[in-house]
């Protein structure tokens, strides 16, 4: 059995691609703003928000217990409007020995498609897969939707 997997979801969102990835790229702090229940705090640790090598920390919550992830951003694609996160630190560590975080807006018609594709590797074959973080993305997703359509 393979410890290493990848997962991925897509939302159908209404906001312009272009406004999301400009949120996850640039100002992913607006985040705790539109969702601080889930959310509560996202902060720039080193270089500069929306660069290449920056390091950010991010404080969620799933099913009411508060996580923390610090990744560093590994690329980002303006042409193909995606962004790769890879953590370094957190809490998700105990359980994967890796985790990238790859966030693409894709447009579709008048609306866009927000995919999340997580690769990773589990630490052994009973840590299960990140599903509940994979439905949390999805959650932010949304919500920035409808803070972005009311903008």
Known sequence: ???????????????????????????PHHISNVSPS??????????????????VVWHYVI????????EVVEAINEENKTITYRVIEGD???????????IQSIPKGEATWIRWTFEYE???????HPIKLLELVIHLSEELDDHLVQA
């Open 38 to 55: 889930k959310m509560p705090k996202v902060d720039l640790h080193a270089g500069e928000w929306g660069t290449v090598g920056s390091v």
């Open 92 to 102: 998700v560590l105990q359980e994967y020995k890796s985790l990238k975080v790859i």
């Open 63 to 70: 099913d009411g217990k508060d996580y923390v992830a610090k």
């Open 1 to 27: 059995m393979s410890l290493v997997a990848k997962l991925s979801a897509e939302v159908l969102v209404v906001a312009p691609h272009d406004k999301h990835h400009g949120v996850w790229v640039g100002r």
């Open 122 to 128: 589990k630490l052994n074959k009973n840590i299960p």
